[in-house]
């Protein structure tokens, strides 16, 4: 994800008796020493440090990049750091921001529904305990990117498929916060934080020996570290992440091809049919095509 985003969402009927709905989606990239929030939103979710502020939904806030502190009116201020999930609860005053030395890049949902209700009495999350750290998951930061690229689009039922991603991403983060004090050895955290970087490179052209100085790691080390947990060397690894990212694009949007070709880091519609035909058989257009003829065509978050 590049440029910020985000979208309030209307809720019909039909989403709250479908038992979980989402009310807003986004992403924002936050430089050093500048205001936060960097975006305006409605009045209703306006938030300053002084006053803080009370929401009536759930909210997830995933920051993937940078540090800041987190505080509600049921817990203590709290550093965070890349890597950490924080939940906001209804009714429940809190502040947040990022550190001006560094700023941050958040992923964020806001939901709600019975579904979701009945699922926070079971205390899979809460409130006196907001802050989780799950690392850098490359799963979570795809599954976020899946939900963007589909309330961008907002083809008809989106409501619904973006409820199954939330979802998902509920189950991720419960699983990773359980694990993450067993989440293999010290190279494997290392491969698995390069994987993330490497995603979220996903739209552009990547130097693998600066994923291996934020490591850190000498390349050569990296190189075949990264090749023995994955199975592909670096720049194999990202090249396939961005025809697979092209592929959900192809799938969940109404983008044309040079547009993808752009989102996904190819210099030219030439080169990115090519790679494409090589990966898939076909081109990017009669993928599409083939895929929403097809007599059951599943949204793309369904079929991984």
């Not at 759930?58 to 505080?71: D, M, T």
Request: charge should be positive; hydrophobic fraction near 35%; proline fraction near 5%.
């Amino acid at each position: 994800m590049n440029s910020s985003f985000f979208k309030y969402l209307n809720v019909s009927a039909m989403e709250e008796r479908w038992g979980i709905y989402i009310t807003t989606a986004g992403y924002s990239k936050v430089v050093p020493h500048e205001e936060y929030p960097n975006q305006k939103h409605p009045g209703s979710h306006t938030l300053t440090w002084n006053r803080g502020r009370i929401l009536n939904d759930y909210y997830l806030i995933f920051i993937s990049k940078g540090r800041g502190v987190f505080c509600s009116s049921l817990t203590e201020p709290k550093e965070v750091e890349e890597g950490t999930c924080f939940f906001l609860f209804p009714g429940v005053r809190h502040r947040y921001k990022p550190d001006a030395g560094s700023g941050w890049e958040e992923y964020w949902i806001g939901f709600n529904g019975y579904y979701i209700e009945q699922l926070m009495k079971q205390n899979f999350f809460n409130p006196l305990r907001p802050c989780l750290h799950i690392g850098l998951s490359k799963g979570l930061l795809v599954l976020f990117n899946q939900m963007l690229d589909i309330v961008k689009s907002s083809l008809v039922g989106y409501a619904q498929q973006i409820s199954g991603i939330a979802l998902q991403i509920l189950g991720l983060v419960n699983t990773l916060s359980v694990n993450q004090q067993n989440s293999g050895n010290p190279l494997e955290r290392l491969i698995s934080k390069a994987k993330f970087l490497t995603q979220e490179s996903v739209g552009r052209a990547i130097d693998m020996q600066h994923i291996a100085y934020q490591l850190p790691m000498g390349y050569s080390a990296f190189r075949r570290n990264f090749k023995k947990f994955t199975g592909y060397s670096p720049n194999q690894y990202h090249l396939n992440l961005r025809l697979n990212r092209s592929k959900e694009l192809l799938e969940s949007t109404t983008l044309s091809i040079k547009e993808i070709a752009d989102q996904t880091g190819f210099d030219s519609i030439y080169y990115f049919s090519k790679m494409f035909r090589k990966k898939t058989g076909v081109p990017p257009n009669l993928y599409r095509k083939q895929f929403f003829e097809s007599p059951v065509s599943y949204p793309a978050f369904l079929k991984k």
